[in-house]
């Protein structure tokens, strides 16, 4: 997230004006506008592929540990 030390403030990259200005005092920052010239703050947002694997490998096992709980449970009874 861009800093401006002017205006001593954290700005968002909405917040902040076309060329990535500060709204306050006019000074330009690197990464503004959305323009991503930066890159670091701009893509926030951003989930990287492998993230997204994990958490659907974690899904896809606990989903098979339910089965394989519901069974073992079942042979119990
Ligand atoms: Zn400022």
Redesign the pocket.
């Known amino acids: 997230m861009p800093w401006?030390d002017?205006?001593s403030r954290f700005l968002t990259p909405n917040s902040m004006g076309e060329g990535g200005e500060?709204p306050?005092?006019g000074?330009v920052l690197a990464g503004g506008g959305g323009s991503g010239v930066d890159g670091e703050a701009v893509d926030e947002p951003h989930v990287p592929w492998h993230f997204k694997l994990l958490v659907l490998a974690t899904i896809v096992y606990l989903a098979y540990r339910a089965v394989q709980g519901v069974v073992w449970l079942a042979g119990r009874i």
């Open positions: 401006c002017e205006c500060c306050g005092c000074r």
